[in-house]
C-alpha cells in the first residue's frame, strides 16, 4: 500500500484530496498546524481511516521530523496562505508560509533516502501569470505576479523547477483555475454569490468585468490524483482549467437565474463592507487556462460543467441547516 502526506488537510481542497485517497486505499496522512483550536470537523467523516501528524510548514525542523515519521511515497503539498486580497496587508506571512513553507518541505524531502523514488505535488496558482493577453494562458508564459500572494506562489513555482532540473527532484507543479464547491466557507466568489442570495441578501460585484475560470472541486481532485499516477509527469508544470472563461458579472447573474434571484440585490462595481481592498493597477482582467498539456500527457479533462457544478453547490448549501 503506497503512503500519502497531505499538507493542508483540513483545507478546502486538501481535505476532499485525503477523502479521496483514503477511499482509494492509500495509507493517509494529513499535516495539521499545532494550535489549540484546530478544527478537525471537516475530516471527521473519515479520520479514523487516516493519521494525523502535528507541524508547521515555516519550521524546518517540523516538517524534517514529519516527513520522517510519515516515510511517504507521494506528498501532496496543499498547505498555503490563499486569500489574494489579505496578502497585501500581510506579505511577510504569505511569503514565510508559501514559499519557505515549500522549500523547507523540498530539502526536507531531499533528507529521506530515495527521495527521487519519492513524487512531490505541489500546489500553484493560476495567478502566477499575472497580467497576460486575453486569451488561455500556456504554461510556457512568463509568470508576472501582482499581489504578495502571487510572488509567493511564483517563486515557489521556480524553485521547484529549478530542484526538478538540478537536483532531479521528482515534483509536479500543480497550477489549477478557480475552484468552487466548498463546503464550509462563504467567503470565496462562488459560495459568497450562492449563500448571499439564498439568504435574500444585497450581493457585490466588484470587479464585474474580471474574466475568470473555474473548476468544480471534483475536477480539481483528479487533477491531483492522475498526476500522482503518471510517471511522464515528473518535473512538469500543468494547468488545470476549463478553458472558458466567464465575467464576474455572469457568473453573478448565472447564479441568479440558478436561484430564480431577484437580479436586482445584484450591486455591480462595488465590493462589499469592510473587504479588504487591494491596489487597483494589482486587478487581473483575465485568468483562462490552456489545459492541453494535461489532457494530452494525464488524460485529465474538466467533467462537471460550470452550469451542473453551481446547481450542485446550490444544493449543498439549501441542505444546510441555515438555509431550512
Not at 143 to 150: D, E
Not at 251 to 263: E, M, N, T
Not at 302 to 311: D, M, T, Y
Request: glycine share 6%.
Amino acid at each position: 500500500m503506497a503512503t500519502a502526506l497531505v499538507t493542508g488537510v483540513t483545507g478546502f481542497v486538501g481535505s476532499r484530496l485525503a477523502e479521496r485517497l483514503v477511499k482509494t486505499g492509500y495509507d493517509v496522512y494529513g499535516l495539521v498546524r499545532p494550535c489549540a483550536s484546530r478544527d478537525l470537523k471537516v475530516i471527521e467523516p473519515f479520520l479514523d481511516e487516516m493519521t494525523i501528524l502535528t507541524g508547521d510548514v515555516t519550521s524546518l525542523h517540523s516538517v524534517s521530523n514529519v516527513l520522517r515519521n510519515a516515510n511517504p511515497d507521494l506528498i501532496f503539498h496543499l498547505a498555503a496562505l490563499s486569500p489574494v486580497r489579505y496578502s497585501f496587508e500581510h506579505p511577510f506571512q504569505y511569503q514565510e508560509a508559501n514559499y519557505i513553507g515549500t522549500l523547507n518541505l523540498t530539502h526536507s524531502l531531499m533528507e529521506l533516502a530515495d527521495f527521487k523514488k519519492r513524487r512531490l505535488l505541489v500546489a500553484s496558482t493560476a495567478e502566477v501569470y499575472g497580467i497576460q493577453t486575453n486569451q488561455p494562458f500556456k504554461e510556457d508564459l512568463p509568470l508576472r505576479p501582482t499581489s504578495p500572494y502571487s510572488v509567493s506562489k511564483a517563486s515557489m513555482d521556480m524553485y521547484l523547477r529549478m530542484a526538478a532540473r538540478v537536483f532531479d527532484l521528482n515534483c509536479v507543479v500543480m497550477r489549477p483555475a478557480n475552484t468552487y464547491g466548498r463546503r464550509r466557507e462563504k467567503g470565496f466568489i462562488v459560495e459568497y454569490l450562492v449563500t448571499c442570495m439564498l439568504a435574500g441578501q444585497k450581493v457585490y460585484v466588484g470587479a464585474p468585468n474580471s474574466v475568470r475560470d473555474y473548476i468544480h472541486v471534483n475536477d480539481h481532485v483528479q487533477a491531483y490524483m492522475l498526476a500522482a499516477e503518471h510517471e511522464s509527469a515528473q518535473g512538469h508544470v500543468f494547468n488545470f482549467g476549463s478553458g472558458v472563461g466567464i465575467s464576474n458579472r455572469d457568473l453573478a447573474l448565472l447564479c441568479s437565474k440558478i436561484l430564480h434571484s431577484d437580479a436586482q440585490n445584484i450591486v455591480f462595481g462595488s465590493y462589499p463592507p469592510r473587504y479588504p481592498m487591494r491596489p487597483l493597477i494589482s486587478d487581473q482582467p483575465y485568468i483562462v487556462l490552456d489545459s492541453t498539456r494535461a489532457k494530452e500527457e494525464l488524460g485529465w479533462r474538466p467533467k462537471i460543467r460550470l452550469e451542473e457544478g453551481l446547481q450542485m453547490v446550490v444544493d449543498y448549501w439549501k441542505a444546510q441547516p441555515s438555509h431550512n
